[in-house]
């Protein structure tokens, strides 16, 4: 059976990340998480004081370019590591993901992110979500996703999930913060936000997680099948 580039593209907030990670689960995949690579790119970018400033790119790509970034699977969870350190827990923050959405419009860093994306997909059985997968890292891949969901629920599902981790963040912020950043991503020069021409759009507005995740594994599926070639004829 072939194993599938599986590219999962989409707004922040629409569940990329829950969804790679239940169809490479599910498949027996790789998940690779392109957005925790710009958001540990940009803790350490704060943690060192750097002001986070497209306009003066020089100090940012380097720093780029200096960093490790590892992704690992320990007890069927997703760790990143920042230079050797486990910095999971930190690159989730709200800071993080404000300044990551600034660092990913400057193109020395996303060359810099793409390169090291495409070196760890390029064998297949990976599931690697973004916002430019299908359209620039892998425009090759045999399956494409393109999730999104209504900036309301992408709002609400990302204030419940601040909530159960006991983050109290206000709901007004957060839809206001995904409506600035679905603006900058759909605008940035470099790699913007867009559906690549052969990507199957998924709206989970109204769908369960899981419905997503049996859904595209369906998909994956017949993707399978078609790269593999129809059965042999023995009729004959």
Known sequence: MTRLIIAIDGPVGSGKSTLARRVAEMMGYVYIDTGAMYRAVALKALRGG???????????????????????????????FLDGQDVTSAVRTPDVAQAASKIAVIPGVRQVLVAEQRRAGRQGGVVIEGRDIGSVVF????????????????AERRWLEHQQKGEAIDFRRTLKEIRERDQRDQERTSSPLVRAADAVVVDSTAMEAEEVARLVVMLAGEQGQKAVGPEPDDSS
Not at 50 to 60: H, R, T
Request: a negative charge.
């Open 139 to 154: 425009p090759d891949a045999q399956l494409k996703i393109f999730l999104t969901a209504s900036p309301e629920i992408r």
């Open 50 to 80: 750097m002001a986070i400033d497209p306009e003066n790119s020089g100090p940012l790509e380097v720093l780029a370019r200096d960093t490790r970034i590892d992704l690992r699977a320990l007890d069927g969870r997703q760790q990143v």
